[in-house]
């Protein structure tokens, strides 16, 4: 069945107005037809089977009628990747939220090729994720920040780790509850940040076996988490 992101509350019988662009997708995309059934979810209210009301020429409702899904909690896990050209950045995006990232923090590093993020853009990339993997949620974007400042906005409580790209000299298996992977670009991290990063006392970690590019580095780092093969290990 179909899913649909909806920022607005959702409860029985509440009459949702869909946008133009949602319109556009479920009747031209989707072929979807007054009374037809769809799932939606906003992220707070679980998800719920609705049915769309249609009142006139393009203008569509979307009405609740059953809950299907109690909300769940996403368990922190940030994915901290350095912008990197478009396309793969979408890609990123894309992965992260299929593999159940619960924060994205954009870093605009030393050796970064691109300087800004169309974060319109970027949300959209994240709602249709979303709405294709059936999340009950959205994965948190933040602003792009620089080393420092994301240093200075992570939460006390996070364990913070880093990919190398040549160093052997990794860290032992480390078991946390909140981590964060920072992700550097095409170039790697400069000495500078290097040494930023490990006076935060941040965890090296290394795939040994080749140098990978900065989006497929950034979907291993969390695939091997999530399913438990990669130093570190959750509990």
Request: with cysteine; net charge neutral; glycine share 2%.
């Amino acid at each position: 069945m179909i899913r649909l992101y909806l920022p607005f509350p959702l409860t029985k019988n509440n009459s949702i107005p869909l946008n133009e662009e949602q319109y556009h997708y479920l009747y031209h995309v989707m072929r979807l037809k007054p009374d037809d059934k769809l799932l939606c979810f906003n992220g707070v209210d679980g998800e719920w089977e609705a049915s769309i009301d249609a009142q006139g020429k393009k203008k569509w409702y979307v009405i609740p009628q059953k809950q299907t899904r109690f909300q769940n909690v996403t368990p922190f896990c940030a994915l901290c990747p350095a912008l990197i050209k478009k396309d793969n950045f979408d890609l990123v995006l894309q992965k992260a939220t299929e593999l159940n990232v619960s924060d994205i923090y954009p870093l605009k590093l030393d050796r970064s090729v691109v300087a800004t993020l169309n974060m319109k853009r970027a949300e959209s990339i994240l709602i249709e994720a979303s709405e294709q993997c059936e999340r009950l949620d959205l994965p948190r974007l933040h602003p792009v920040m620089n080393l420092k400042d994301f240093l200075k906005n992570l939460p006390k409580d996070v364990t913070l780790f880093y990919l190398s790209e040549r160093e052997n000299n990794v860290s032992q298996t480390i078991s946390c509850q909140k981590p964060a992977f920072v992700v550097g670009p095409e170039g790697g991290f400069t000495p500078e940040e290097l040494t930023i990063l490990s006076q935060h006392k941040a965890y090296m970690i290394h795939f040994p076996e080749t140098i990978l590019r900065a989006e497929t580095a950034s979907i291993a780092t969390i695939s091997c988490w999530q399913f438990g093969q990669f130093i570190p290990n959750k509990k």
